[in-house]
């Protein structure tokens, strides 16, 4: 997926890039208003992340990294700032990440192909950073291979290099390996649509595990670290809206708590 262009990010983020290069010369405020009528159909997560996205674009390699990272990240800016995150007071930089985190990731990126670009950041933040660190650790000890085999450096070397055809249909559907390899596949296997490994984590979430979520929830809201009112609204909007991105937030706010939870037992 990270090398061959098989997650969305492949191809909304350059078509966000051209989308936004022809507004560059806006106020910061009027591409934020433009930013919101193209998200006017998306959820309201979505939509407030375009806004981010207008609102600090910028021409060039380090435009690019700014897009990726808002489309990757789990909170904008304003729910970050909801929940008592800011970024300058905690010394991090637009992205809220520390200058070390991002060094050079824009080295030698080839702005016509903003895919490519994606490609790499997809390498090196999500791959490398939890992919690897989480699902491929764990893969590993249970002898399975996940996606090690194709993390081969002459393998990457040679994808890397290809540019312009990466996603080719603008659709997230590795391209490249499905046609590098036709006498190898049956065209029904070729054919399909991209399916992940996802669990039905939500469903659980407002289901069975309902009780242990609002309890961890209300531990990270006592914390005193996060805003406690930005905390539950991550947890109320999640229950308006289950299958949405607030999925995701909320999982992550529920697994703080039950962290804490289990580390003050501990102790």
């Known amino acids: 997926d990270e090398l061959f262009g098989g997650y969305a990010s492949g191809y909304d983020v350059p078509r966000l890039e ?3 290069r022809q507004l560059a010369f806006l106020p910061a405020g009027v591409r934020a208003l433009v930013g919101a009528a193209m998200g006017a159909r998306s959820s309201a997560t979505a939509r ?3 806004v981010d996205m207008a609102r600090t674009f910028r021409r060039g390699p380090e435009g690019v990294l700014s897009l990726y990272l808002h489309r990757r990240r789990l909170l904008n800016d304003e729910a970050l700032r909801a929940c008592g995150l800011d970024a300058r007071a905690l010394g991090l930089d637009e992205n809220y990440l520390g200058p070390e985190s991002t060094a050079g990731a824009t080295r030698d990126q080839d702005t016509e192909d903003v895919a490519a670009a994606v490609s790499r950041h ?10 690897l660190r989480d699902s491929d650790t764990n893969g590993m000890a249970h ?3 996940i996606r090690v085999p194709l993390l081969d450096t ?7 290099r290809v540019q312009g055809v990466r996603v080719p249909v ?10 590098a390899f036709p006498e190898l596949l049956r065209p029904e296997i070729a054919a399909q649509s991209k399916r992940g490994f996802g669990l039905p984590i939500r469903r659980w979430m407002i289901g069975p595990l309902r009780d242990l979520c609002e309890g961890a929830i209300d531990v990270s809201a006592g914390l005193g670290v996060l805003r406690a009112e930005g905390v539950r ?3 109320r909007a999640f229950l308006a809206e289950p299958e949405g991105p607030q999925g995701t937030r909320a999982c992550v706010l529920c697994g703080l708590g039950v962290y804490w939870r289990q580390a003050c037992s501990a102790a």
Do not use: C, I, P, Q
């Open 18 to 20: 051209r989308a936004l």
């Open 48 to 50: 407030a992340k375009l």
């Open 122 to 131: 997809e390498s090196r933040f999500y791959m490398r950073n939890m992919l």
């Open 143 to 145: 002898s399975l291979e």
């Open 154 to 160: 002459r393998l990457m070397d040679l994808a890397y």
């Open 170 to 179: 603008g659709v997230a559907n590795k391209h490249l390996l499905r046609a």
């Open 233 to 235: 609204e991550t947890w």
